[in-house]
Nanobody, 122 residues
Framework: QVQLVESGGGLVQAGGSLRLSCVASGSIFSIDTMGWYRQYPGQQRELVAT???????NYVDSVKGRFTISRDNAKSSVYLQMNSLKPDDTAVYYC????????????????WGQGTQVTVSS
């Protein structure tokens, strides 16, 4: 019913930049919060950055000043500009969206993308 498709991951040297993109499609009435999470091998998924429909943003401390989340509501898209990348940023990055569907506008549904690998070499 709702799909999130990510792109933009890859291999980059430390100090470099990458831009992740995520577009939502399907039976979407509105999108509340969109965000990015990452997962290290053998660990739980952790929040990287979120953006509410009202424009508020939130970042994990380790990426503040280096990563920027942005949204294009008209395109149901969210982006993550990652600068000054470090080897510790190496992980699988997942897009997340809280969505109201046309069939059930009173409820929020949580959706995830398939994940995109980001690898930062030292």
């Amino acid at each position: 019913q709702v799909q999130l498709v990510e792109s933009g991951g890859g291999l980059v040297q430390a100090g470099g930049s990458l831009r992740l993109s995520c577009v939502a499609s399907g039976s979407i009435f509105s999108i509340d919060t969109m965000g990015w999470y990452r997962q290290y091998p053998g660990q739980q998924r952790e929040l990287v950055a979120t953006s509410t429909s009202g424009g508020s943003t939130n970042y994990v401390d380790s990426v503040k000043g280096r990563f920027t989340i942005s949204r294009d509501n008209a395109k149901s898209s969210v982006y993550l500009q990652m600068n000054s990348l470090k080897p510790d940023d190496t992980a699988v990055y997942y897009c997340n969206a809280l969505v109201r569907r046309y069939s059930d506008r009173g409820s929020l549904y949580n959706y995830w993308g398939q994940g995109t690998q980001v690898t930062v070499s030292s």
